[in-house]
């Protein structure tokens, strides 16, 4: 059974998610709320309205911009990482390997 | 199909986000909420409850506004904003609460209520009315200074000067 993240450590990482799910092509905040569920096989999931402050503040802080583009017989707002955003992604994603693996070191390894 | 933009900007109210970022915000929490309801009927779902599930990927309203408008604009919203305040389901509240402080500022309705004192309008000639001859004499006779505070006097002279508000002539006449 999976079990629930803490949800200080799911808010804290929220950012890099999404800057994460960005970093190959645009996407819409229904395809984003989608694949964080999916590819954490509903480990995470995302408040929708949650999701969508945290896309209009990563867009005014410029790491990321939206655009309206056709989709399927509608237009959809497409999230792109933009510049600022890559080096963004770089950093947070240095730092969660170094945070994960110093806790990797702490828990997995059983002292005699 | 339920129409979500107008489901989304009745529950957003007037928020006040500029450069028309709220119609966009609008058809984009509406697209969200189209494609969880189209996707809830592909499971087979009836339109009822997917409409359900749909709006209960929002729970809170009131708190996505605030959210919302922080993200956009990078400030607080302003406090008549929040909790809907001035929003049109509240206006008969408004009304009311509008019409009930005009009345009470009426020197008319603050005397009959007698809730405030109308400036220069006590002592009056009413107000003397509330003790009669007999009372008034009674506390004269008595000396007792709370009964004079009571009665709004000071001291035996204001007694006096109080009780010929009505009657000046039965006063003297008493008195001689």
């Known amino acids: ?112 | 199909m339920p129409d979500w933009k107008k489901i989304v900007r009745e529950k957003l109210g007037t928020l006040p986000l500029t450069n028309g970022r709220r119609d966009e915000v609008i058809e984009e929490l509406a697209q969200q909420l189209e494609s969880a309801y189209e996707e809830a009927l592909a499971h087979g779902v009836s339109e009822q409850q997917a409409m359900r599930r749909s709006l209960a990927q929002f729970k809170d309203w009131e708190k996505l506004r605030r959210e919302l408008f922080h993200s956009v604009e990078g400030a607080r919203l302003p406090v008549w904003e929040q909790n809907g305040f001035f929003s049109p389901r509240r206006l008969p509240v408004w009304t009311v609460l509008g019409l009930s402080a005009l009345l009470l500022a009426l020197p008319v309705s603050r005397q009959a209520l007698e809730i405030l004192p109308v400036p220069g309008g006590y002592p009056n000639p009413k107000g003397s009315q509330m003790f009669s001859e007999a009372a008034l004499r009674r506390i004269e006779q008595s000396g007792d200074k709370q009964k004079y505070a009571r009665a709004g006097l000071h001291c035996p002279a204001q007694l006096q000067r109080g009780r010929p508000a009505r009657g000046s002539s039965s006063g003297k006449s008493n008195r001689a």
């Open chain 1, 1 to 112: 059974m999976a079990v629930a993240p803490d949800r200080e450590l799911k808010k804290g990482n929220a950012e890099l998610l999404i800057l994460a799910l960005l970093e190959d092509q645009a996407r819409h905040g229904y395809e984003i709320g989608k694949l964080i569920a999916e590819r954490s096989e509903g480990v995470l999931r995302f408040h929708v309205a949650s999701l969508y402050p945290l896309l209009y503040r990563l867009e005014r802080r410029g790491w990321v911009t939206g655009e309206w583009e056709p989709a399927g017989g509608r237009r959809r707002r497409y999230y792109r990482l933009t510049q600022t955003g890559r080096k963004i992604l770089g950093k947070q994603r240095s730092r969660w390997r170094a945070f994960s693996a110093a806790v990797n070191r702490i828990v997995e390894v059983r002292h005699a």
